[in-house]
């Protein structure tokens, strides 16, 4: 492990890196380029703490999943993750496995669809980049690492989180059991799938025997019905699309103007520039 190279790597990145580039508002009060210490670790889930010795070359040895945390956060391009990886001790990741490398045009494109909500997720259930709209209708999802980053793993780990009305969530299992099936069979031995399927294995009945089912292919419906704790449920239209990057989905979450879930779509809006005005 390079601690002085992984330092000086790390800080040259954050400070490239501009609050929209990852979602964040500017501030009045800032002053130096590029993320804040504070912003990378909120963003890539570990403490101010830990990051802050990571930059100055006095941290252990970052794990594997850290540093696949880290990647997503600073944006960093399949090279420049091979590198991270070098530098920290660690071999490069097998380029076969899904990519977290979002490119800044299609954050630029997210960012820009304000009244809908656009993510972009891997093939193991991981939002790489959320735009405003989606972090207020499916909460903030940049701080999670290792199998609890994955949206299948917390579907099937914490039902009690599930967004969906209670008649449909059997349908939606289904669906995703079928989605983990699908990218087991194209990437079955790389480390992500592999920590991923023993992690959903190890929650229950449930999945297990769906999994047994062996489905693939699934399709998902093209409009969903979600269940807001501030606006009560919506029913969006849904559009997936493929993105240029192996394993990667961008999906959006829409509604026509003039239905009652644009209105709540709106108004979720307000609630949430709301919020940001009494904590500042």
């Given at each position: 492990m390079d601690r002085t190279s992984l330092?000086?790597?790390?800080?040259?990145?954050?400070?490239?890196?501009?609050?929209?580039?990852?979602?964040?508002?500017?501030?009045?009060?800032?002053?130096?380029?590029?993320?804040?210490?504070?912003?990378?670790?909120?963003?890539?889930?570990?403490?101010?703490?830990?990051?802050?010795?990571?930059?100055?070359?006095?941290?252990?040895q970052p794990s594997v999943q850290m540093l696949r945390a880290l990647a997503r956060t600073l944006r960093l391009s399949d090279d420049e993750t091979d590198h991270l990886y070098r530098l920290a001790g660690h071999a490069a990741p097998d380029r076969s496995a899904s990519s977290a490398y979002v490119r800044p045009v299609l954050l630029r494109v997210?960012?820009?669809?304000?009244?809908?909500?656009?993510?972009?997720?891997?093939?193991?259930?991981?939002?790489?980049?959320?735009?405003?709209?989606?972090?207020?209708?499916?909460?903030?999802?940049?701080?999670?690492?290792?199998v609890e980053a994955s949206w299948t793993w917390r579907w099937f780990a914490e039902p009690e989180t599930r967004a969906v009305p209670p008649e449909e969530q059997a349908e939606h299992s289904r669906i995703r059991v079928a989605e983990v099936r699908a990218t087991w069979s194209r990437r079955p031995k790389d480390p992500d799938v592999i920590e991923l399927l023993d992690a959903l294995l190890a929650t229950g009945e449930e999945f297990t025997e769906l999994w047994e089912r062996h489905e693939v292919g699934l399709r998902h419906p093209m409009t969903k019905r979600l269940i807001h704790p501030r606006v009560g449920l919506l029913e969006v239209d849904c559009e997936t699309m493929a993105t240029a990057e192996e394993g990667q989905s961008l999906v959006i979450l829409s509604a026509a103007p003039g239905t009652e879930t644009y209105g709540k779509l709106e108004l979720l809006r307000v609630l949430g520039e709301q919020d940001v005005a009494v904590t500042k």
């Open positions: 330092a000086d790597f790390l800080r040259r990145r954050r400070e490239a890196l501009q609050p929209a580039d990852v979602g964040l508002s500017v501030g009045p009060r800032r002053r130096a380029p590029g993320l804040r210490r504070e912003e990378v670790a909120h963003l890539t889930g570990m403490s101010v703490d830990y990051y802050a010795r990571l930059e100055q070359a006095r941290s252990p997210i960012d820009q669809l304000e009244d809908c909500a656009a993510f972009v997720i891997s093939d193991i259930g991981v939002v790489l980049a959320q735009n405003r709209m989606s972090r207020l209708l499916q909460g903030d999802r940049s701080g999670l690492t290792g």
